[in-house]
T-cell receptor, first 110, second 113 residues
Framework: ETGVTQSPTHLIKTRGQQVTLRCSSQ?????VSWYQQALGQGPQFIFQ???????GRGNFPPRFSGLQFPNYSSELNVNALELDDSALYLC?????????FGEGSRLTVL | QKEVEQDPGPLSVPEGAIVSLNCTYS??????FMWYRQYSRKGPELLMY????GNKEDGRFTAQVDKSSKYISLFIRDSQPSDSATYLC?????????????FGKGITLSVRP
């Protein structure tokens, strides 16, 4: 049990639509990260939020955006969905013992 | 060259075998090294977390880091069918707010009863 919960677990969208994914992290963990895991690949870093500010971004276009709230929960928003955005989206919270992931939100873009 | 390379799979072993999983990396700034286990359609589960070079043991699992060779390994002793999963190596240059992880591609392990 990592204490990181994500919603929704599965969703299907069509190309061009927008999606919002949500994450609730463990109490006291003020850093949250988002990763994209395509089928058969390792997770790829999208961005990280620390105390409500973006603190590092991977090689993803601006249509991937995020928010972190005062209670350290977080959202990932993706606009203008493309077929290649189909993946498992993982949220993770950080502690001095490592990075702990939620179960992910599986997005399918048709 | 990718920052993190992981031995390609899949890997199939009989129950009770010793399994060796390996990764190499190119970024000298990496100081924190992790192994994750991921069951099908689930999120990665942190198995081992080590800092810098050396060995760390936890039950049937041993993690080794050789920073001079930029090489990390995970050993699984007395492998069980329940160990069948995808194993991902990951590493970062820092912790907390600097904990961006770079992952290997993962290797799928199957332990045959």
């Amino acid at each position: 049990e990592t204490g990181v919960t994500q919603s929704p677990t599965h969703l299907i969208k069509t190309r061009g639509q927008q999606v919002t994914l949500r994450c609730s992290s463990q109490s006291g963990h003020n850093t949250v990260s988002w990763y994209q895991q395509a089928l058969g690949q390792g997770p790829q870093f999208i961005f990280q939020y620390y105390r409500e500010e973006e603190n590092g971004r991977g090689n993803f276009p601006p249509r991937f955006s995020g928010l972190q709230f005062p209670n350290y929960s977080s959202e990932l928003n993706v606009n203008a969905l493309e077929l290649d955005d189909s993946a498992l989206y993982l949220c993770a919270s950080s502690s001095n013992q490592g990075l702990f992931f939620g179960e992910g939100s599986r997005l399918t873009v048709l | 060259q990718k920052e993190v390379e992981q031995d390609p799979g899949p890997l199939s072993v009989p129950e009770g075998a010793i399994v060796s999983l390996n990764c190499t990396y190119s970024n000298s700034a990496f100081q924190y090294f992790m192994w994750y286990r991921q069951y099908s359609r689930k999120g990665p589960e942190l198995l081992m977390y080590t800092y810098s070079s050396g060995n760390k043991e936890d039950g049937r699992f041993t993690a080794q880091v050789d920073k001079s060779s930029k090489y990390i390994s995970l050993f699984i002793r007395d492998s069980q069918p329940s160990d069948s999963a995808t194993y991902l190596c990951a590493m970062s240059a820092g912790t907390g707010a600097n904990s961006k992880l770079t992952f290997g591609k993962g290797i799928t392990l199957s332990v045959r009863p």
